[in-house]
């Protein structure tokens, strides 16, 4: 293989691992380092990172997605995640259900 066949490969190589790298960011318009979750799948796939087993609702609201449900305990849980960059705004948690509460007596 002569020099200008393998720059060219070379080119190509870089460039193919380039496109591969940016991934959805180049094909939605935004920036490698854009971390904004505008999709309501990535807002509960965070929630459920933080330990949320059954989902109830998720809301986007002033731009905070406000996800609510519970965990693998029964115990509620509201994530508040901001939209611009995915980061957890806070996490309320509240009392197991009381169905859950009777079957762990039992």
Known sequence: MDLGAMMKMTFAIITLSTLLSAGDALRFGASANDR????REH??????????SQIGSAELDGGVW???GRNSSGVFLEVRISANDGK???ID?????????KRQAN
């Not at 904004?36 to 999709?39: I, T």
């Not at 807002?43 to 949320?52: C, E, H, N, S, T």
């Not at 948690?93 to 509460?101: A, F, K």
């Open 36 to 39: 904004s979750v505008s999709d």
């Open 43 to 52: 807002a509960l796939r965070i929630a459920k990172d933080r330990g949320m």
């Open 66 to 68: 406000e996800v609510k």
């Open 88 to 90: 957890i705004i806070g």
């Open 93 to 101: 948690y509240g009392h197991p259900s009381p169905m859950r509460l």
